[in-house]
């Protein structure tokens, strides 16, 4: 957390400060979002496509969000731009009302993958970073079964 000068006394010599998140905020902030959204782990071979592309597009505008809120230039809003890059890209993969999904389940599934990689990798580093635990389902998500996951201290 960091403070941001917002009035100062002339004669007094004082001065009035604001509390603003910093990027640990920011990054905590978004680990819980994330958290609580199925896109990034329901089992793919029963998701509604059109319900996908609007988590994508909820996503998408949390982010953005987040983004402003981030220090400009640093890690973690390159990062949320990278993740926002990869849910814009899954929603125009899928063309209107997820109509291209819905005629080809294979583009679906490659769009999912690739939509749930970015995030993995960017969610593992972003975790490092600020030194943060994964609740559980994006745990599974940056460490699928069958591969093993680091001690707490090394994530």
Not at 32 to 57: K, P, Y
Not at 64 to 92: C, H, M, N, W, Y
Not at 134 to 149: H, M, N, Q
Request: charged share 30%.
């Amino acid at each position: 957390m960091s403070y941001r000068l917002t009035g100062v006394s002339a004669f007094n010599f004082g001065a009035e400060w604001e509390r603003v998140p910093g990027d640990e905020d920011v990054a905590s902030r978004v680990m819980i979002f994330l958290a609580d959204r199925r896109l990034l782990f329901g089992d793919r071979h029963h998701e509604d496509e059109l319900e996908c592309v609007g988590s994508a597009q909820e996503i998408r505008r949390f982010l953005t969000q987040e983004i402003s809120a981030a220090k400009p230039g640093k890690s973690l809003s390159q990062r949320l731009s990278l993740l926002r890059e990869a849910a814009r890209s899954f929603v125009d993969r899928a063309g209107p009302r997820a109509r291209e999904f819905h005629h080809d389940s294979l583009r679906f599934g490659l769009a999912l993958g690739d939509l749930r990689t970015a995030f993995a990798l960017h969610l593992a580093a972003i975790a490092e970073e600020f030194d943060l635990e994964l609740e559980y389902e994006l745990a599974r998500l940056v460490f699928p079964e069958g591969s093993e996951a680091p001690e707490s201290d090394e994530l």
